[in-house]
Nanobody, 127 residues
């Protein structure tokens, strides 16, 4: 089992940047593939980015490609989401998620594939 705690959200102007962090505790972090999702009151939770156990394979939603970067530090048991060139439509609660992955190169882009979730961190982008 793993516990996830997000941080780094906040209020930022359009065009600005934030670095979201998700610290994991519990089982060996390197056995988990990780993902970031986001949700607003009007929409279902949607995929943002995913990273494989090794960190080599990364996947992004089309809406964030070129603006967001997912990374991980297995020694620190932390996954990051660097969010740049923010737009008002990026406003949401951002959640990190984890699942045990049998393969080093696997990534997962659907929320049903993840078994562990953090509590979320709010990102608000003003125009």
């Amino acid at each position: 089992q793993v516990q996830l705690v997000e941080s780094g959200g906040g209020l930022v102007q359009a065009g600005g940047s934030l670095r979201l962090s998700c610290a994991a505790s519990g089982r060996t972090f390197s056995t988990y593939a990780m993902g970031w999702f986001r949700q607003t009151p009007a929409k279902e939770r949607e995929f943002v980015a995913a990273i494989s156990r090794s960190g080599v394979i990364r996947d992004y939603a089309d809406s964030v490609k070129g603006r967001f970067t997912i990374s991980r530090d297995n020694d620190k048991s932390t996954v990051y989401l660097q969010v740049d060139s923010l737009k008002p439509e990026d406003t949401a609660v951002y959640y990190c998620a984890a699942r045990v992955a049998p393969l080093l190169a696997s990534t997962y882009s659907t929320k049903d594939r993840y078994g562990y979730w953090g509590q979320g961190t709010q990102v608000t982008v003003s125009s």
